[in-house]
């Protein structure tokens, strides 16, 4: 599947060493002006400190008439310029460890090997500006994100992390009771990112350790409305937004390509240590944050478009 969403539906294409990347967008309202500078500076903070330098200049094909949307599909494409192809020419037949090129193949039977292609990060530039433009679609949620845990890698190494969101904002009554829970919906598409690696919701993992007299969200009666003391579910009960704020909790695994020359298996079944080579991040968790942004908004305009 490379569609994501029901009634704000986002189709992407491409590989990391492809011509482009981009997406179709089927379901956006007509009438919508985007904020064209939104959009950029989501961008930019995808970039920044990259180590692959793409100008990340969008190509808008369709459903756009100065800048207003159409109703009709909207079509862009981002162009791949900053490639270097020749630098994974020696991992043709190898399978790096910690990375997709061996469940690939043994998908498809086939792969791409030049930056991971499909599997490579550099997809989720495309959902940056689709949750941008979803987000211009409900203006009264802001979304919030920060990274924590993350640490300087060593000289040798790389690191993970953290990225904590918040969303604000959003009413009680969004989500549905049982498979569409919000935060089911939520755990999917933060897990749909690459490196993530756990989701949580409010109190999270720590719940199990509490007592149920510690962990109920207890009324607070105040001139807000329906709130609570506290926030131990994340915001969301039963499968729907209780009005608390959602708060959720992304962990990406270290970077997988390392500076230090790895061991290979080759599609004959054999072994051999080679440098991965290419240029990769040492951390990428400010990088993801605007990544699990995007993919906040896209989960929540599915339910209130």
């Not at 909207?74 to 994974?88: G, L, M, Q, T, W």
């Not at 409900?138 to 993350?150: D, F, Q």
């Not at 607070?220 to 009005?243: E, F, L, M």
């Not at 080679?274 to 989960?299: K, Q, S, W």
């Amino acid at each position: 599947m490379n569609t994501y969403g029901e009634r704000f539906r986002v189709t992407t294409y491409g590989e990391s060493h492809g011509p482009a990347v981009g997406a179709v967008i089927d379901g956006c309202p007509a009438g919508v002006r985007l904020d064209m500078d939104l959009i950029a500076r989501q961008l930019e903070r995808r970039r920044f400190g990259a180590p692959r330098q793409e100008a990340d200049e969008v190509e808008w094909l369709s459903g756009l008439m100065d800048g207003i949307t159409l109703g009709t599909p909207i079509a862009f494409a981002i162009r791949n310029k900053d490639v270097r192809s020749e630098d994974y020419a020696h991992l043709e037949h190898l399978f790096r460890p910690g990375h997709a090129d061996y469940t690939y193949y043994a998908k498809f039977g086939v792969r791409d090997h030049r930056g991971g292609g499909r599997s490579s990060a550099r997809e989720t530039v495309v959902r940056v500006v689709a949750g941008a433009i979803a987000s211009q679609l409900m203006p009264e949620v802001g979304i919030s994100t920060r990274a924590v845990g993350s640490q300087n890698p060593a000289d040798d190494d790389t690191c993970g992390g953290m990225v904590d969101c918040t969303i604000t904002g959003l009413p009680a009554g969004i989500g549905d009771p049982v498979f569409a829970k919000l935060n089911a919906s939520l755990a999917a598409a933060m897990m749909s990112i690459p490196s993530a690696i756990g989701f949580e919701m409010g109190a999270g993992f720590a719940a199990a350790q509490m007592k149920g007299s510690e962990y109920i969200d207890r009324w607070k009666v105040d001139d807000g409305g329906c709130r609570t003391a506290t926030n131990h579910c994340g915001g969301v009960q039963g499968g729907i937004s209780n009005g608390m704020p959602v708060e959720f909790r992304v962990a990406f695994h270290p970077v997988v390509s390392i500076p230090q020359p790895v061991e290979c298996l080759g599609e004959d079944g054999s072994l051999s240590t080679v440098g991965i080579g290419g240029r990769h991040d040492r951390y990428h968790i400010e990088r993801a944050a605007v990544v699990v942004e995007a993919m906040a908004a896209l989960c929540l305009i599915n339910y209130m478009i």
